[in-house]
């Protein structure tokens, strides 16, 4: 069945909070472990058929935000959610209070009830009315990104179509796209200053509520966070900028010498190669082809895979007005099938897209389909999610030919230095996001304020060139996690130090790299983070010396392979 025939029926919110209640008395009054497991099991299924209804209206509704029908399908899934996350937690409850959870620990697993125990602790009863709140917050972000078009170029287009102009071998057309772009923004400043300004305190009253200073344990507990916590992370971004931020500058000045231009500026910043940036050939549809070629040969596993998400159509890949900005994967729980969501735009950005999100979807499809991997146990925390896809963009290399011909190592080398120069990127907002909810009565002006710092902490290489937007340093605004999944972005830097570590075996021993990497996937979320980079023979990211080894190294393969 194709994802346009997959039928959707929005559920009977009543009913499935009867069911879930219901299962909840059930475990209290079991007299057995057995009889437990099976009513858990059982009502699984049932919260499964309701999130996938959830998936389905969420997707289309991103496909098309003009859609009124999904709109307001989106809009009962947000104003449900938190209801549902009430009587979610009386199960847990149920759960976790059980006198046979030591039995129960030995059938799943005690991680599973450590994460319940995550789960039990961020949620109240008086946290929905909040919950209901910030959900139309972030969907009035959404709908007003995906709204702004620019005009350029003599025509009008969505903000994502403006890639290929923002990579222009043409400096001078490069500033003018990041200049209009701005101009956008700066248009809509208020909304977007007030929609931050709400969210935050929403989502630290949230926090207050369960008992915190602020939101930021609330926003660790929400992304399942189990291993580390606010400490490790401070280590892990002073990691950064002690022994990595020195490494890139040496990696940004040669591409300040190799590009011809006397300062780095923010439209030059992904600008690699004076006579322009290596671009996949073929349209989208080619690229799609190609990456499904790609896949069948990768390995048994992969083929698998991409011929059941081609075979379900499991894509919408193309940019068009309407269409929510960025892209993702997420999963269709009852398909036991993944979706790709993302916005083409003629750029290198299709690929690592294609690569970074088919990393995303291999894992979950690998999860999903695999029968002694409990349901509530198919995805791991954020962070090794990010791990599956971000060296799937790595483990893909010698494929990387069938996309850019003989700009082939031209990509190969912006790649490598996008990969590295974004994880002092991803650390500021990590940090920006944690000053914010420290200090949540700071005003527009002094919130750019703080992201000005951190710009010349973490990329002091970078000159702002007075644009409107970027200017008056703003831009945190143009990154949707900031908004709609807060303190989510350090995991990316994480998770790229996993796959600098897979990439850099790869190179010598491919196979093993491919075990490696499967052995990691194929766990799923059955052990912590910690636990999955140790059992693969990984080093974790923020222990001692790991930022500043890899570092190294992966300055090495950038010297030898320099252009």
Not at 535 to 563: F, H, M, Q
Request: contains cysteine.
């Amino acid at each position: 069945m194709k994802f346009s025939e997959y039928p959707y029926e929005r559920p009977d919110i009543n009913a499935l909070k009867e069911t879930l209640l219901t299962a909840a008395e059930a475990i209290k009054n079991a007299n057995s472990a057995t009889a437990i497991i099976e009513t858990f099991d059982n009502v699984l299924k049932a919260a499964e058929e309701a999130s996938t209804m959830g998936t389905i209206a969420s997707v289309r509704n991103s496909i098309n935000t003009a859609d009124a029908f999904y709109e307001a399908e989106r809009d009962y899934f947000d104003e449900i959610g938190p209801e549902l996350s009430e009587v979610n937690n009386v199960l847990n409850v149920a759960l976790l209070d059980s006198p046979y959870r030591k039995e129960l620990e030995q059938h799943y697993g005690e991680l599973l009830f450590k994460n319940l125990e995550i789960e039990r602790r961020s949620f109240k009863p008086e946290l929905i009315p909040l919950m209901q709140e910030a959900n139309k917050l972030e969907a009035q972000y959404q709908k007003l990104y995906a709204s702004m078009t620019v005009e350029f170029d003599g025509k009008t287009m969505p903000l994502p179509m403006l890639g290929p102009y923002k990579e222009s071998p043409d400096r001078e057309i490069r500033r003018a796209a990041y200049e209009a772009e701005g101009k956008t923004f700066d248009a809509h400043q208020a909304e977007l200053d007030e929609l931050y300004d709400k969210l935050v305190k929403n989502r630290n009253a949230q926090g207050r509520l369960v008992g915190y200073d602020n939101y930021i344990q609330l926003g660790y507990d929400r992304l399942g966070r189990n291993c580390y916590g606010a400490e490790e992370l401070k280590r892990f971004r002073d990691q950064i900028a002690t022994d990595l931020v020195p490494i890139i500058a040496e990696v940004k000045e040669a591409q300040r010498k190799r590009i011809g231009v006397d300062q780095l500026c923010i439209y030059d910043d992904k600008f690699r190669f004076p006579d322009g940036n290596a671009k996949p050939e073929g349209n989208a549809e080619e690229i799609l082809a190609a990456g499904k070629a790609m896949y069948q040969e990768l390995s048994p596993e992969t083929k698998e895979f991409i011929e059941a998400m081609f075979d379900g159509e499991l894509f919408d890949v193309l940019s068009r007005e309407g269409k929510a900005p960025g892209g993702y994967c997420t999963n269709l729980e009852s398909y036991k099938m993944p979706f790709i969501f993302s916005n083409f735009n003629g750029t290198s950005d299709d690929v690592d897209v294609l690569t970074h999100e088919a990393g995303h979807a291999f894992a979950a499809y690998r999860s999903m389909n695999n029968p002694a991997i409990h349901p509530a146990l198919h995805s791991p925390t954020i962070e090794a999610c990010e791990c599956h896809s971000m060296s799937m963009e790595f483990l893909t290399q010698d494929f990387h030919k069938n996309f850019f011909g003989a700009n082939t190592k031209k990509y190969e080398l912006a790649h490598c230095e996008d990969a590295l120069d974004f994880i002092p990127y991803g650390c500021m907002i990590d940090e920006f996001q944690h000053r914010m909810y420290e200090n949540e009565n700071l005003t527009p002006e002094q919130r750019n304020e703080v992201w000005k710092e951190l710009e010349q902490k973490y990329r002091p290489w970078l000159s702002m060139d007075q644009l409107p937007f970027y200017g008056r340093y703003s831009h945190w605004q143009w990154k949707l996690h900031v908004y709609l999944y807060p303190l989510y972005y350090i995991d990316y830097c994480m998770a790229q130090t996993i796959a600098f570590q897979i990439w850099t075996l790869s190179m010598t021993d491919r196979e093993a790299a491919w075990k490696k990497y499967l052995a990691f996937v194929d766990a799923a979320g059955t052990k912590t983070f910690e636990d999955l980079c140790i059992s693969a023979g990984l080093r974790v990211p923020y222990a001692e010396g790991t930022v500043k080894d890899i570092g190294a190294g992966i300055r090495d393969w950038l010297v030898k392979n320099s252009l």
